[in-house]
């Protein structure tokens, strides 16, 4: 079973920046693809960015691209997500999971781990 725990969320001024990291254990790390999630107050989990196996390449939300960079490193078990330019939009809980391909992930299909606890993320106007 895969398990995953979130960190790195804080209250941020609009226009800064925020570092989350997710460590995964359970699993085989370097074997999934990875993928980030946000869910805002009254609305629906939603995709914000995927990382393939090995890192090399990546898909992102509209809303966050040019701004979001995932980023992984597989000898730690470890994803991360730097969040530029933030908005109050994105305020939100962020959520990691893992998933057989960056594409099935961007499309929350097949996803391997339950969800854990998440990052809170608050950007002030």
């Known amino acids: 079973q895969v398990h995953l725990v979130e960190s790195g969320g804080g209250l941020v001024q609009a226009g800064g920046s925020l570092r989350l990291s997710c460590v995964v254990s359970?699993?085989?790390?370097?074997?999934?693809?990875m993928g980030w999630f946000r869910q805002a107050p009254g609305k629906e989990r939603e995709f914000v960015a995927a990382i393939s196996r090995t890192g090399f390449s990546a898909n992102y939300s509209d809303s966050v691209k040019g701004r979001f960079t995932a980023s992984r490193i597989n000898a730690r078990n470890t994803l991360f997500l730097q969040m530029n330019s933030l908005k109050p939009e994105d305020t939100a809980v962020y959520y990691c999971?893992?998933?057989?391909?960056?594409?099935?992930?961007?499309?929350?299909?097949?996803?391997?781990?339950?969800w854990g606890q998440g990052a809170q993320v608050t950007v002030s106007s």
């Open positions: 999971n893992a998933g057989p391909s960056a594409e099935a992930i961007s499309e929350m299909l097949d996803l391997y781990g339950d």
């Open positions: 359970g699993g085989a790390f370097s074997w999934y693809a």
